[in-house]
């Protein structure tokens, strides 16, 4: 079964940091596999934050570029989200997601809340 298990999230003041975390199961977690954090704020729709492409590049939304970095560890099948210099209007909840052979899959989600 696959499963992707996201943790990391949690209340910060502005101006701080978080790491999100994305455990995936190793039969999707390739190199050509697209892999992606999403956010959804409150009313509003599911917005790309962060990808890495098929071919291994690094994506980034406007609102985070420079303030938020994608990376993983191929060891522990780990995908990461760090968010610094984090503002309010980054409040949501994140959600890990994987392209692979056709399929798409999507993490539980894990809430972030930015605020004084």
């Known amino acids: 079964q696959v499963q992707l298990v996201e943790s990391g999230g949690g209340l910060v003041q502005p101006g701080g940091s978080l790491r999100l975390s994305c455990v995936v199961s190793q039969s999707i977690f390739s190199r050509h596999a697209v892999m992606a954090w999403y956010r959804q704020a409150p009313g509003k729709e599911r917005e790309l934050v962060a990808s890495?492409?098929?071919?291994?590049?690094?994506t980034y939304a406007d609102s985070v570029r420079g303030r938020f970095t994608i990376s993983r560890d191929t060891t522990t099948n780990t995908l990461y989200l760090i968010m610094n210099s984090l503002q309010p209007e980054d409040t949501g909840v994140y959600y890990c997601h994987v392209q692979y052979r056709g399929s798409v899959y999507w993490g539980q989600g894990t809430q972030v809340t930015v605020s004084s």
């Open positions: 890495f492409t098929s071919g291994g590049s690094r």
